[in-house]
């Protein structure tokens, strides 16, 4: 293992796809330290909020540690032989019954490349269906589906670097500042020292990465593909094209040009005046050196895939790729969603950049894997898998790595194909998720600093995640608990793996296989040397690997002009303006947007055990603008329920006019585990773009009122305390415990009976009151028993509530800061 001094240990952070070098070690009272990695190229020793705060997110709160059998209410703890036997019975019973498609496989760019790699085989190589795809479906699928149509292949051209060598970078639906911080950092740096280059960010919503721009451009909903038609039809119009890359290197520009010219009201579609277009026109067509950043506002659109080619159109059209400082480039969200798209665990791809409507990739791949039933046919994408599943058609579903009961748009269509398939597997960590509650049997995995394999970050690059710390019960490295099912479905000798080491290298080799002569991008063949030492000490490579990396190295795909498709030129696609599928109407007349905040990751089952990164957003919120809280009266701070035909959500307002008077702004974060009902996704409604399957989250008309309660409460506890009979609560972690904030129709005084009995009843023993102080109108009051320690406060108005008295009080429970703690009312 590589060490470093004193007992260091490099891995990479379990976050986002910037990828950033950690190093780990592992402290006598069994805290886990964390440091930047100054050696890795991706960060340089720099970490962000999440990064930082990692070592708090690797205590074992929660996890889940045996194999678990559920049947009804009663749970049944299982060795993992006769856990794994059951999920290969299961799964070959519904092939043999119902055929090979009656199955499938849910799973996640939060798996190790070595996992992805083996529940691809495993499904598509030797179950013999395709039906296995990745929540980067919910993310990265319309970028996957541009780069193809124009590239011929799933290509990410640029380099970190290019954002700091760049003089104009465009950040489009890209929320950096909070998503990628450590690149956002690196491009704020480059900025500083670079007042040449400049920044343009495109958002409807003015973000935090506002903060760098020199324009803001805050088009409306959808709008990108008319934005970039009119910059297409803007360089030529300005003789600003690249006539010679565009002859030598590209085809279809004339017709791409003239439906970009056919484009009209680009005003009207952009909501952007005429002068702001023609600033932005100009300053990419006169900037030599650009970068097209681009994200969740570009592929989570029902026109993501042709929002996505309109951008790299034009860089085609000026040449702008394949140079540094210059390309387009797609940032991916999750730690391995790279890693998904290259083992091929998406269900329209084959494996390795390979596909299957190549008739010699299908038998390099057979023979390979040394398998007669690789699936010949492209399987369902998350959402049609779903909706596979509640027409009774999927009969077996192995969830590895996502919470699909959060994240899928439709939660309750969700929650319905789940009760309607026969067996669903759920792997994770931790015991008590949305999805794991609907599973008939659960699986404990290692989470980060426990597991070990490698990880691709945004700019193609491979790094080590190493184990730190020892896994807890019975937790089991993924690929392992794949293997073992395969062996038991008869398949041993493909999956006799003993070390994460040896999948790697076979997967190294089969990126190598027919690709001698570069027909493909991704090969590696400068890994499948790598013995159980060099795997161990592997330091990051930048794909493709010709031969073994022994310093960072930096390359950018097309500077030679030669692109993957079969005449060796990149497409340019012809795109136009669709409005996205879903239009406000007087019933729901707003837009929801939805995203992340930045000390939150996805469904908080890590991030909400840290109460340093519990506290930057504490509550789920909604932002409204000024004049739309006063048009539907609400005031700031107010408890909003946002409602449309599929449902409704609550979450505490706040006013800014960072977002448009037409639009509303959620993050993604909170759910059932972690607040009454804060999901965005039981509002998404699931419209996809159809060329890549990825949903539209970012786009749902609804509508908003505000609710008035008649008292609030404040519980810290040692334990978890179920709340579901109050209109409204969420759970945030702090020291010690957990902050509840609750808001309820009863009277202040019977709220206060009502919670002084629920802390009661969580406690096993009966608890005495420690010390009580307020009146009618305001009580606080502390209980302790030998299970639970709890402090109470309740008032008439949510604002008069004073939460850090009550966490002080707390931890240090003396009377005395108790008596001070009396709030007015
Ligand atoms: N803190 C934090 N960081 C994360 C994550 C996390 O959960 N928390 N998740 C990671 C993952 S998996 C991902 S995919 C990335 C996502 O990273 P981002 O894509 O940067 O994040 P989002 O907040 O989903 O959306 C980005 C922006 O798109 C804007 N947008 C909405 N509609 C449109 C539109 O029509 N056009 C344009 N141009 N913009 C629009 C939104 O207002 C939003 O600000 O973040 C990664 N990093
Ligand atoms: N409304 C709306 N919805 C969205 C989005 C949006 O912008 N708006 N964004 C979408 C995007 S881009 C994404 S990426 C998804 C993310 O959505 P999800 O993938 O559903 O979110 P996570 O919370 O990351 O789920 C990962 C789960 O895997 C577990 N886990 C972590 N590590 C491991 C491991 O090594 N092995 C196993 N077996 N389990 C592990 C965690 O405990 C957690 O329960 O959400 C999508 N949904
Ligand atoms: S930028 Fe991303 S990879 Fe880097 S420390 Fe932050 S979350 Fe981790
Ligand atoms: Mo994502």
């Given at each position: 293992m590589t060490q470093v001094n004193d007992g260091w240990i490099k891995t990479t952070c379990a976050y986002c796809g910037v990828g950033c070098g950690v190093e780990a070690r592992p402290l006598s009272s069994g805290k886990l330290e964390v440091r930047g990695d100054?050696?890795?190229?991706?960060?340089?020793g720099k970490l962000c909020t999440k990064g930082i705060a990692l070592g708090d997110t690797v205590i074992h709160d929660g996890r889940l540690l045996h194999p678990t059998l559920k049947m009804g209410s009663r749970t049944e703890a299982l060795s993992w032989d006769s856990a794994t036997q059951l999920v290969a019975d299961k799964f070959t019973q519904a092939i043999e019954q119902y055929g090979r498609d009656s199955v499938a496989f849910y799973v996640s760019g939060q798996l190790l490349t070595e996992d992805y790699y083996v529940a691809n085989k495993l499904m598509k190589g030797f179950m013999g269906s395709a039906n296995i795809d990745s929540n980067s479906r919910l993310c990265m699928a319309s970028s996957v589906v541009g780069h193809k149509r124009a590239f011929g292949s799933d290509t990410?051209?640029?380099?970190?670097s290019d954002l700091e060598q760049a003089e104009l970078v465009v950040l489009v639906g890209s929320n950096l500042a909070w998503c990628h911080p450590v690149l956002f950092q690196r491009l704020r740096a480059a900025k500083q020292d670079n007042p040449n280059l400049k920044v343009v960010v495109v958002d409807p919503r003015e973000t935090e990465t506002c903060n760098i721009a020199d324009m803001h451009l805050s088009i409306a909903s959808g709008g990108d593909v008319a934005l970039f038609n009119g910059l297409l039809s803007y360089l030529e119009e300005n003789e600003a094209l690249d006539t010679d890359f565009i002859a030598a290197h590209t085809n279809g520009f004339n017709e791409t040009l003239k439906v970009a010219k056919s484009e009209a009201s680009i005003e009207q579609k952009t909501g952007l005046s005429r002068c702001q277009l023609d600033d932005f026109y100009q300053l990419f067509s006169q900037t030599e050196k650009v970068v097209t950043v681009y994200s969740q506002g570009v592929n989570?659109?029902?026109q993501g895939s042709d929002k996505v080619n309109s951008i790299l159109n034009c860089h085609l059209a000026t040449g702008?790729?394949?140079?540094?400082?210059s390309g387009p480039f797609s940032v991916t969200g999750q730690p391995n969603a790279m890693g998904g798209r290259e083992t091929g665990a998406l269900a329209n791809t084959l494996t390795a950049h390979m596909e299957f409507d190549n008739v010699e990739h299908h038998q390099l791949v057979s023979d390979f894997w040394q398998t007669d039933c690789l699936a010949r046919q492209p399987g369902l994408k998350a959402i049609d898998m779903f909706d596979a599943m509640a027409e009774g058609k999927i009969k077996a579903v192995w969830i590895m790595a996502t919470n699909p009961m959060v994240s899928l748009p439709d939660s309750k269509k969700i929650k319905a194909a789940l009760d309607a398939c026969p067996f669903v597997v759920v792997s994770d960590c931790i015991a008590d998720t949305e999805t794991s509650r609907m599973a008939d049997l659960v699986l404990p995995a290692q989470g980060w600093s426990e597991k070990s394999g490698t990880v691709t970050n945004s700019e193609r690059r491979i790094s080590r995640q190493r184990r730190v710390l020892p896994s807890p019960g019975q937790a089991k490295a993924d690929w392992w608990v794949i293997s073992q099912v395969a062996q038991k479905m008869g398949f041993g000798h493909a999956f006799d793996y003993i070390h994460e080491g040896e999948i790697f290298s076979e997967y190294a080799r089969l990126t190598t296989i027919g690709n001698a002569h570069g027909e493909r991008d991704l090969n590696l063949i400068g890994l499948t040397q790598l013995d159980d030492r060099g795997y161990s000490e592997l330091t990051p490579q930048q794909w493709p690997v010709q031969s073994m990396q022994s310093q960072p190295v930096e390359q950018r795909f097309f500077s030679d002009g030669r692109f993957f498709t079969p005449d060796g030129k990149a497409r340019f696609v012809a795109v136009k303006h669709n409005d996205p599928r879903s239009q406000c109407k007087s019933a729901v007349p707003l837009l929801l947007n939805s995203g992340r905040t930045r000390d939150h990751w996805h469904?908080?089952?890590?991030?909400?055990?840290s109460a340093q990164l519990g506290s930057h957003a504490p509550e789920p919120y909604v932002t409204v603008h000024p004049a739309t809280a006063e048009r539907y009266q609400i005031q700031p701070d107010d408890v909003v329920a946002i409602c449309n035909s599929q449902g409704e959500v609550l979450a505490r307002c706040r006013i800014s006019?960072?977002?448009?008077?037409?639009q509303v702004f959620m993050p993604i974060h909170w759910n059932s585990v972690t607040a009454k009902n804060s999901k965005p996704c039981s509002l998404i409604i699931p419209n996809t773009d159809i060329a890549s399957g990825q949903p539209e989250f970012k786009h749902t008309p609804v509508n908003i009122r505000p609710i008035r309660f008649n008292s609030s409460g404040l519980v810290v506890s040692k334990q978890v305390l179920e709340c579901s009979a109050y209109e409204y609560w969420v759970r945030q972690k702090v020291e010690g415990g957990y902050l509840y904030r609750i808001e309820s129709m009863l009277t202040q005084s019977k709220l206060s009976l009502s919670l002084q009995a629920l802390v009661d009843r969580t406690s096993a023993t009966r608890l005495s009151v420690l010390s009580q102080s307020g009146g009618a109108a305001d009580t606080m009051t502390a209980y302790a028993g030998e299970a639970l320690f709890a402090v109470v406060s309740t008032c008439q108005s949510h604002n008069k509530l004073d939460e850090e008295v009550l966490i002080e009080a707390f931890h240090s429970p003396e009377s005395h800061l108790l008596e001070s703690a009396v709030i007015s009312a």
């Open positions: 100054k050696s890795h190229p991706s960060n340089y990410v051209p640029v380099c970190y989570q659109s029902s702008k790729i394949g140079k540094v400082g469904t908080m089952t890590r991030t909400g055990l006019d960072e977002v448009s008077r037409q």
